[in-house]
């Protein structure tokens, strides 16, 4: 059988990072004898510049007839003051919303090896292994009425949910813990508004679905503090659009590198994957972006998308034994260590995954 994967490679760093990600996914297929049809489309900023909408019909068409879709990074600080319809983030919202995609998966784990290269003291992240569920289509990033008037100097934007948003993505959010470590926090600011008292008392609703994992609820202030005073203390984190997009960078930090977050997006449909760092325009076309945050993506393509746990985890083990060696790039290279490049790296993966390294 052969899997049909939409590539956008959109802009700054992302050709780069999805380079590096076919590198290791090639790596896998010879392996575990799997078979891939690759169709590039472009999106964002790289296709305003053709003259096209930031999500153009034939990239929205072919991602829709795909069976999974694997984005670079959309963004471009030539488009900054353009309408919102003319945005390179426009395109991968609309992508977003196309696809159905409802529930963000960003897994933040501390590779071994890595620990003195955070901002941390090693033994306080040592271990780290955590799982956010962003709620991907509701709250204010698609609340309705939105505008903005700098006439008037006045600017709205619509936070709301609905009980069967909520429920869906709880839904996911309890099925992952139960298959990690049975405990899930849920964030939300429901001291202060109505859509979170709505999340809470869903949240509890579907967790008697689920009498086999263990939750609570917290505060997103509370949790952005206690993600650094004791991160460890975390499993699942289930919270909503906004809270989920901030906290996310949190854990990049927590991790030692933006560079090193993957994600998938999961829906009704095809699913989307992409690295949780942006389009950084300033790394662009150097060779020193981190393309972790990609290839591990590639991983969980092959997990939810493919069901094939064998080479997900192939993928996972060479990454960290590449991590491991010392062998890293720019943003994560001990002082005085010669860090190696984007596509060097992934070559050192894709031979660890290979060749059964682990």
């Given amino acids: 059988m052969t899997h049909r994967i939409v590539l956008l490679p959109g802009d700054g760093i992302g050709p780069e990072v999805v380079d590096a990600a076919l590198t290791v996914l090639r790596a896998a297929a010879a392996r575990f004898d799997l078979l891939f049809a690759f169709d590039v489309y472009p999106v964002g900023a790289a296709a305003l510049r053709a003259g096209l909408p930031p999500l153009p019909p034939e990239t929205e068409r072919a991602a829709l007839a795909s069976d999974a879709v694997f984005l670079g990074a959309v963004g471009s600080p030539e488009f900054d003051k353009s309408p919102r319809s003319e945005r390179p983030e426009t395109g991968l919202l609309q992508l977003r919303r196309s696809l159905g995609v409802y529930a963000n998966l960003r897994p933040a784990k501390v590779w071994p090896g890595l620990g003195v290269r955070g901002p941390f003291v090693p033994d306080h992240v040592r271990g780290l292994d955590l799982l956010i569920v962003r709620e991907l289509l509701g709250g204010l990033y698609f609340g ?150 990609a290839m591990a993506s590639a991983a969980m393509l092959l997990r939810h998308t493919l069901g094939h746990h064998e080479a997900a985890d192939a993928v996972e083990a060479a990454i960290g034994a590449q991590i491991e060696s010392g062998g890293v790039t720019m943003d994560l290279a001990a002082p005085g260590v010669e860090p190696l490049g984007c596509q060097a790296f992934a070559a050192a993966v894709a031979e660890k995954v290979g060749s059964g390294l682990r």
């Avoid at 006045?154 to 992952?176: I, K, P, W």
């Avoid at 470590?181 to 008292?197: F, I, M, W």
């Avoid at 030692?256 to 699913?271: K, N, R, T, V, W």
């Fill in 144 to 293: 309705e009425p939105r505008s903005f008037d700098w006439g008037e100097g006045t600017a709205v934007n619509t936070l709301r949910y609905s009980r069967d948003e909520v429920q869906r993505v709880a839904r996911v959010a309890f099925g992952l813990a139960r298959s990690r470590g049975r405990r899930l926090t849920s964030v939300d600011k429901a001291n202060v508004l109505e859509t979170s008292l709505l999340w809470r008392h869903v949240v509890d609703d579907v967790a008697a679905e689920f009498p086999d994992v263990e939750h609570d609820h917290m505060l997103v202030d509370a949790c952005a503090m206690s993600l650094v005073l004791e991160p460890r203390r975390f499993d699942v984190l289930l919270t909503e659009n906004l809270f989920g997009d901030i906290l996310s960078d949190e854990a990049g930090a927590l991790v030692g590198s933006l560079g090193l977050l993957p994600s998938a997006s999961l829906g009704d449909g095809p699913a989307l994957y992409e690295p949780v760092h942006g389009s950084a325009p300033a790394l662009a076309g150097r060779d020193v972006a981190n393309p972790v945050g």
